[in-house]
């Protein structure tokens, strides 16, 4: 392995963040409506969204494991690689559906690459982590920032690509 690559967990303080299936059970189904250009387009879908990333609030009655990550280095950022236990493990974080990150198989040919930025937006690397616990936000190669989204007919609430107004500031624990 990579002396570069490094595992830490993303938390936030007011939300569990993981995959759907452990913050919410499996299957974890929802109901989404199509819509494509403002046109309705086709009745709604009911998919299985077990795989994909998202959040829900602390307080709920549930406690869910951290999402722990090895950060694999690029040459644009980090490869982000899932190392909780479970059907999962060992996968990429990707783009899965529309803007929503989930677990992506070890053949995925482009996944995506993430950068990690301090609070004044300025990349971080391993080499100048200090701190065991520190706030970063997460930016993708297309210079979008991660954040929560809410989809017309899911119950859930998704990480995925948005702008950088909403983006989330997570806490990077190294492991």
Do not use: C
Request: aromatic share 8%; net charge positive.
């Amino acid at each position: 392995m990579d002396n570069k690559s490094f595992e830490a967990t993303l938390r936030m303080f007011d939300a569990h963040v993981n995959l759907l299936e452990i913050l919410h059970g499996q299957p974890t189904m929802a109901t989404v409506s199509a819509f494509s250009g403002g046109f309705y387009s086709g009745r709604p879908q009911t998919h299985d969204h077990s795989n994909l990333l998202g959040m829900r609030p602390k307080g709920q009655g549930i406690t869910a494991a951290a999402l722990t990550l090895q950060f694999r280095p690029t040459s644009g950022g980090y490869n982000l690689v899932i190392k909780n236990t479970g059907k999962h493990h060992d996968k990429f974080i990707s783009q899965s559906w529309l803007e929503v990150f989930g677990a992506k198989g070890p053949d995925t040919k482009d996944p995506t690459v993430f950068t990690l930025l301090d609070h004044q937006n300025r990349t971080i690397t391993r080499e100048n982590i200090t701190a065991a616990h520190l706030p970063v936000s997460l930016r993708t190669q297309n210079n979008h920032y991660i954040g929560a989204l809410k989809v017309r007919g899911s119950p859930y609430l998704y990480l995925a690509e948005t702008e950088e107004k909403s983006k989330i500031t997570f806490i990077l624990s190294l492991l």
